[in-house]
């Protein structure tokens, strides 16, 4: 049992999209659908300026706010903490889209909900992610939160600055973004964990 | 939400009638037929059956080292792979989205030839076959040739298969009017200044020492914006590694919301701070002695010239606080030699002062004794593949390359020399130069053009006169993938087949482990198109020149140059590069006691001699650039990350990323001028022309005096379907260029645009929307 | 200043036709509760409030799969057979099954009397509550706050109890008077709520008057002014709170998909 999590750097991070298109062309989503993708925000008045480029998917939430309400009963949580559904018993309802608290399903046009399961098939071939395998910067990381030395964790440890997307809300993310470029953590994010 | 609205009437409309009448109510409903529930859903590509082939990336001309998985005879993913020092497993965004250019359905599919009696740019066209359409060619080039001479048909090339364009065909065929838009549109002027400083070029992949330095400063250089894949990456990790960033640009970039400093400079004053930085490490004995003593000539002259190039002089010019450019100065020192100012690829900015510019900028650097030295610049050289044996050509065209180094036609070969020569100093051709002698025939007429590859409607400023020159032309050519605006002009539309359909020549990189990589088809050509190299062949052998093409096939000719280095087209099948060791440090070097500085002195010359003997600066001098008239705006342009120039603009995957450029407007500017976000504006130059609509982007990102769009949107092909009209063409503004005396680059930031309200909206549907429409061939 | 590259779904997961749902379901569920009632309290007519039941909740799942982007998928029974009572539409499915079942015996009348009442009783409940839970659990989302919980179900009663009155079932007028003031009253504590919140029900409030508060003003004063018709207006007085509770629903629907305000 693993608690696979990914950590984003933002001090590397340049919001290139990558990653979002390697997504894309490694799950076939059709044009217009994403599971990956990114929110660039400036803030602050010329010149004193800070631009946040910041890479959004599915958290892999500890506490899935998607996943009772599902009427199918086809979304769950995998042993190694993914969060996963299965399309063939999916209607549809967008009843997942309306809980998820940070936009991260959206519903493919063939009539199903679609998310970032964190690669799972390269995952169980020990690959990266291939959002983490072609990123430019090297700044995402993907691993076993379990394993002190898997390389999220040691990102994590040694990240100044380490944050989640609202954390009040007790979802429980498993996706960090280390070293935000603002000095109060992320825009707009409620707040850091540590 | 409208759309949907409307789909929703018409699907229930339909759905509600199929229901009463009874029978099509199915299909109504499944459009895809009905579903079995009890056959297995197909599962995904990467379930089934994959091989992978070992290429490298032509999404822009960095040559990333790529693997592409193939299932089902289709390629279905890329990615780097590790062993690559281009793509070290990593692929930029446009690699990523590459695959969608080969099932583009608007690509080019067999060759065209222009109906006879319609006019260029009319794009009425029959199909024709190879044969026919190679045959038309030669024999337009044969009679241009027997009225004009052979050099009075001019090849413009970019891509990998320019070799055989800009060099073999029109070595082998006897015509220096060769010329890369990489040169004279983009390096020009940095290579000029290293050639003649260092007696080095800068090479297509930029030799900074980033894995060693600890302070980088950037003058414009959009890194970020700019996605040349391996320098990205480690640009990136010596951030991730705690080296100190400074960025010089007047729009706040994505390079400099990563720095420590940003300063926002006066576009075109750059070397009046290089030279005030150069004044403050000389006037405050900051800079390397020992280094300028072993390695240097013109020091003193140096120290003359700057004198009174101080702080404040450059704070008045720059805007810039003396304070900050001491500071930074210091600070460089403080860090030198492993604190460096790399130098950007695209130089032409200004023209003549851009030469000037990238020599100050390397000046700093030789004080700060990086240049061979770890953190600074690192040396290198191509390796060494033997070609394969043909007769000599008959002339060696000197289209350089980002490469650098152009060598100069023969002397006294029989040949005309090119008709650019003599506008500026360098040696390399300049594509821009070559389009006057269309129009006026001086100092000779240019008749023909082959065109393969490079974009003459957004790569080239001057677009009128780019298509009136094509109006005096006997011949046109265009060898592309895509129908690109400039594309349906011409004479004779040749397809090349795209990079994953085809064999190509060896990418020879010169690098810190210079390396070799091979391209090899993942799938066979669709439609009916061919590889640039056996257009070249087939072509040459029309022309009687098939002497020079003593190959049957790219097997053969790659077999054949591989087995010289002990190795095989089976073995680079396998393994796709080959990595050799270098020599990067000048430590490197004297330790085989070999010099690696080619200038006639053997040393870095600080001093041109060369230089002042041509009646130019021995040493860089600051110009000043003219202000545009009133209310207008200087116009900058940049890249995208996700977009490659103008022609990744009909991959819909990559346009689903980013679909129309923007007008960067400073926000108080945009209050001034009662403008909103996003709002359609037309964008108007100095000269009259009108461009757009196109959106504002209001932003506290930029200066106030000056606005920004990235380059190569604004297509004006309706056969691209997704590309056309969407956005506006940087180019179309540039109606101006200055021409640098010394390298032959063309300036183009010295135009200004006004920004008009009351554009219409275009209201462009989502690129979803277009990409799914079923796009029937063209 | 925010810019996205490959912006994921739009803000708005349900379109019009969810709206049209929403207050489809309003009448299936309240016209369950009626049967419930009718069938326990045996009124004469309960076999017609029966099938009125049926017909209702036909024609709701009937749109419901029109508007699935799954229709293959969602006619089959998966839905019905999975076990998931945290799943308010899970809820929802089984409640209006489970009336449509009891109104079905209890239209052609047989079977066992107490066993549909007590079907009656849970599934039309089910069925009537469920809409307001299925926005009230997403606490992600400001302006489906727990006042849904009440709201929705008295909005739902009030809509088939106008269609009774417009019918003119003796017993209709009475309940109008006292549901359509009591939405009013919720409508009004639904929007005091927010208004007097936490930061984000605040700026979800200010979001909800830029993106059709007045309208919600308008539904409220239709509301409030239902006891003044019931005498004078009998027909108007049963379609003015038709109109003003399923524009409540409606704009709360669809406005509330919006999600978090900080970024
Ligand atoms: N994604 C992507 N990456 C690419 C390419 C692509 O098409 N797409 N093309 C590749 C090629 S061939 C090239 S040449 C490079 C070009 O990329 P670079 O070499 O990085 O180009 P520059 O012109 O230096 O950078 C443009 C920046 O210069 C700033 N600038 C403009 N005028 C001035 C000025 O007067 N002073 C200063 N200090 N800054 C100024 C602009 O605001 C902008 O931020 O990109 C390469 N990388
Ligand atoms: N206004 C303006 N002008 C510029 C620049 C700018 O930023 N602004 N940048 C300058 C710079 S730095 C450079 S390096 C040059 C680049 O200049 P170009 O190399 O001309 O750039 P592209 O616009 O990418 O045009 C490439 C052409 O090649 C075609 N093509 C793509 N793939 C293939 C292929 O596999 N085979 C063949 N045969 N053709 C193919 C495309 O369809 C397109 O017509 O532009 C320069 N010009
Ligand atoms: S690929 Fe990497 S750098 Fe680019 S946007 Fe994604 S995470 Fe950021
Ligand atoms: S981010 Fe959204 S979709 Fe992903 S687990 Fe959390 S709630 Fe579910
Ligand atoms: S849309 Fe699909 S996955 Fe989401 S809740 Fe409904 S049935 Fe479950
Ligand atoms: S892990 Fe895979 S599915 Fe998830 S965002 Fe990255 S590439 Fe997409
Ligand atoms: S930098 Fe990007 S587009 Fe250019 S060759 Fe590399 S992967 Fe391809
Ligand atoms: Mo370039």
Redesign the pocket.
């Known amino acids: 049992m693993s608690r696979y999590a990914m950590a984003i750097d933002l001090k590397a991070c340049v919001g290139?999209a990558a990653c979002s298109v390697a997504c894309s062309v490694e799950n076939e989503m059709p044009v217009g659908t994403h599971r990956l993708w990114i929110r660039n925000t400036t803030i602050g008045t010329f010149p004193d300026l800070v631009v946040e480029h910041r890479p959004e998917a599915c958290l892999h939430c500890e506490n899935p706010p998607c996943v009772p309400v599902c009427p199918t009963g086809c979304c769950f949580v995998t042993a190694d903490g993914i969060v996963d559904l299965d399309v063939k018993r999916c209607i549809g309802c967008s009843a997942c889209i309306a809980a998820c608290p940070y936009d991260a399903r959206s519903m493919h046009p063939a009539g199903y909900v679609t998310k970032c399961d964190f690669c799972k098939h390269r995952v169980a071939d020990g690959r990266a992610p291939a959002c983490v395998e072609t990123c430019p910067t090297l700044c995402r990381t993907f691993g076993d939160l379990m394993d002190p030395q898997s390389e999220v964790s040691i990102a994590i440890r040694q990240a100044r600055r380490v944050d989640v997307l609202r954390p009040g809300l007790g979802t429980g993310p498993n996706l960090y973004y280390l070293n935000a470029p603002a000095k109060f953590g992320l825009v707009g994010g409620e707040g850091s964990r540590s | 939400m409208k759309l949907q609205r409307r789909e929703f009437i018409k699907l229930s409309c339909a759905t509600v009638g199929a229901m009463t009448l009874g029978s099509g109510a199915m299909a109504q409903i499944f459009p895809d037929g009905f579903p079995n529930p009890f056959r297995a859903p197909k599962g995904k590509w990467f379930d089934r059956d994959v091989t992978t082939v070992y290429s490298y990336c032509e999404n822009?001309?960095?040559k990333c080292g790529i693997k592409a998985f193939v299932e089902g005879g289709k390629v279905r993913k890329i990615d780097g792979y590790a062993e690559n020092p281009k793509s070290r497993g990593m692929l930029?965004?446009?690699g990523q989205g590459a695959i969608a250019q080969t099932y583009d359905p608007d690509r080019l599919k067999r060759p065209l030839i222009r109906v006879e009696g319609s006019e260029r740019g009319d794009g009425h066209y029959r199909e024709a076959s190879w044969d026919e359409a190679l045959d038309y060619i030669a024999d337009k080039m044969l009679a241009i040739k027997a009225e004009h001479g052979s050099e009075s048909v001019a090849f413009f090339a970019h891509g990998s298969g320019d070799n055989w364009f800009a060099e073999h065909l029109p070595g082998a065929w006897g015509s220096p009017n060769a010329a890369k838009p990489?040169v004279s549109l983009?390096?020009a002027p940095r290579e000029t200044a290293s050639q003649y400083t260092f007696g080095r070029g800068i090479a297509g992949h930029e030799q900074i020492d980033w894995d060693e330095t600890d302070y980088i400063v950037?003058?414009?250089?959009?890194?970020g914006?700019?996605?040349?894949n391996t320098?990205l990456q480690q640009f990136a990790q010596a951030l991730t590694r705690g080296a100190e960033l400074v960025?010089?640009?007047?729009?706040f970039?994505t390079?400099?919301s990563k720095a420590k400093d940003w300063?926002p400079?006066?576009?075109?004053?750059?070397t009046a701070?290089l030279l005030a930085w150069i004044h403050v490490l000389i006037e405050e004995d900051l800079y390397d002695a020992a280094y300028v003593e072993a390695y240097t000539l013109g020091f003193d002259e140096l120290t003359a010239h700057v004198a009174e190039f101080t702080p404040e002089w450059a704070e008045a010019i720059t805007e810039i606080p003396a304070d900050t450019i001491r500071r930074i100065a210091r600070e460089m020192a403080a860090h030198a030699p492993r604190a460096v100012i790399p130098?950007?690829?695209?130089?032409?900015?200004?023209g003549e002062s851009d030469t000037h510019r990238m020599r100050s900028l390397y000046l700093v650097n030789v004080l700060l004794g990086n240049y061979g030295v770890e953190g600074g610049y690192y040396l290198c050289d191509a390796p060494i593949v033997e070609k394969f044996p043909h007769p000599e050509l008959p002339l060696t065209p000197s289209a350089g390359g980002?490469g650098g180094g152009a060598t100069d036609v023969v002397a006294d070969s029989p040949f005309r020399d090119s008709v650019d020569r003599g506008r500026f100093f360098g040696s390399a051709t300049a594509v821009q130069e070559m389009i006057e002698p269309m129009i006026t025939g001086e100092p000779y007429p240019i008749k023909g053009l082959i065109c393969f590859g490079v974009n003459l409607f957004h790569a080239v400023p001057m677009v009128e006169r780019t298509k009136e020159a094509l109006g005096h032309l006997d011949l046109y050519v265009a060898i592309d993938v895509m129908p690109m605006e400039h594309v349906m002009w011409a004479d004779v539309i040749l397809p090349e087949a795209t990079y994953l359909e085809r064999h190509d020549d060896l990418s020879l990189i010169a690098h810190k482990t210079p390396f070799i990589t091979a391209r090899f088809p993942a799938i066979e050509p669709m439609y009916d198109t061919k590889p640039g190299w056996w257009i070249a062949r087939e072509l040459g052998i029309k022309l009687g020149l098939a002497e020079y093409f003593p190959w049957e096939d790219m097997e053969e000719y790659l077999d054949r140059r591989l087995s010289s280095i002990g190795s095989s087209l089976e073995a680079m099948r396998e393994q796709g590069t080959i990595v050799r060791r270098g020599r990067p440090y000048l430590k490197d070097w004297e330790a085989l006691n070999r010099n690696p500085f080619g200038t006639p002195s053997g040393k870095i010359e600080i001093y041109s001699e060369r230089f002042a003997e041509a009646g130019l600066d021995g040493l860089p001098v600051y110009l000043p650039?003219p202000d545009g008239p009133a209310e207008h705006y200087?116009l900058?342009?940049?890249?995208?990350?996700?977009?490659?120039?103008s022609?990744?603009h009909n991959n819909p995957v990559l346009m689903d990323m980013h679909g129309e450029n923007e007008v960067w407007l400073n926000a108080r500017e945009a209050d001034r001028l009662d403008l909103r976000q996003h709002e359609y504006v037309w964008l108007e130059n100095q000269d009259g022309v009108r461009e757009g609509p196109v959106r504002v982007l209001v932003t506290e990102r930029?200066r106030p005096d000056?606005v920004?769009m990235v380059?190569?949107f604004g297509h004006k092909a309706p056969r691209m379907r997704v590309a056309n009209g969407r956005g506006a063409s940087d180019t179309h503004l540039q109606t101006h260029y200055d021409l640098d005396p010394v390298s032959g680059g063309a300036g183009t930031?010295n135009n200004f645009v006004r920004l008009l309200k009351g554009a219409p909206n275009p209201n462009h549907p989502p690129i979803a929307q277009v990409a799914n429409e079923k796009r029937s061939p063209a | 200043m925010t810019e996205f590259y490959g912006l994921p779904s739009p803000q708005h997961f349900w379109h019009w036709p969810t709206l049209i749902h929403f207050a489809l379901v309003a009448l299936a569920g309240g016209a369950a509760v009626v049967t419930a009632v009718a069938h326990i309290t045996k009124h004469p007519k309960v076999r017609t409030y029966a099938l009125v039941t049926m017909v209702l909740i036909v024609l709701d799942l009937f749109t419901l799969w029109i508007e699935s982007p799954a229709r293959f998928r969602f006619t089959h029974v998966w839905i019905f057979l999975a076990f998931t009572p945290t799943a308010p539409i899970w809820l929802g499915a089984w409640g209006l099954t489970i009336s449509l079942v009891a109104s079905f015996f209890v239209w052609i009348g047989k079977g066992p009397r107490l066993l549909w009442s007590a079907a009656l009783v849970v599934g039309s409940l089910l069925a009537l509550v469920y809409p307001g839970l299925a926005l009230a659990v997403n606490v992600n989302r400001p302006l489906w706050t727990p006042v849904l919980l009440v709201l929705f179900p008295l909005t739902g009663m009030l809509t088939v109890v106008a269609i009774a009155a417009l019918f003119r079932q003796a017993w209709a007028p009475r309940w109008l008077t006292v549901l359509s003031l009591a939405s009013a009253v919720m409508g009004v504590v639904y929007l005091f709520a927010l208004a007097t919140g936490a930061a984000e029900a605040r700026q979800a409030y200010a979001y909800l008057w830029s993106h059709g508060g007045p309208w919600f003003v308008v539904a409220l004063v239709l509301l409030a002014a239902v006891p003044a018709l019931v005498r004078r207006a009998p027909i108007a007085a049963a379609l003015v709170p038709i109109v003003g509770a399923t524009l409540i629903r409606s704009l709360i629907v669809e406005i509330g998909q919006v999600q978090h305000f900080g970024f």
Do not use: M
């Not at chain 2, 960025?247 to 729009?251: A, G, L, Q, T, Y």
């Open positions: 290139c | 822009c001309f960095w930029c965004p446009r990489s983009c390096t950037l003058i414009g250089h959009h890194i914006e700019d996605t040349h320098q960025v010089v640009d007047p729009r970039s390079a400099a300063l400079i006066k576009p075109g004053t750059d701070l130098v950007n690829r695209h130089a032409v900015w200004y980002c650039q200087r900058l342009y940049g890249r995208s990350p996700v977009h490659t120039f022609r990744t930029i000056c920004y380059h190569g930031n």
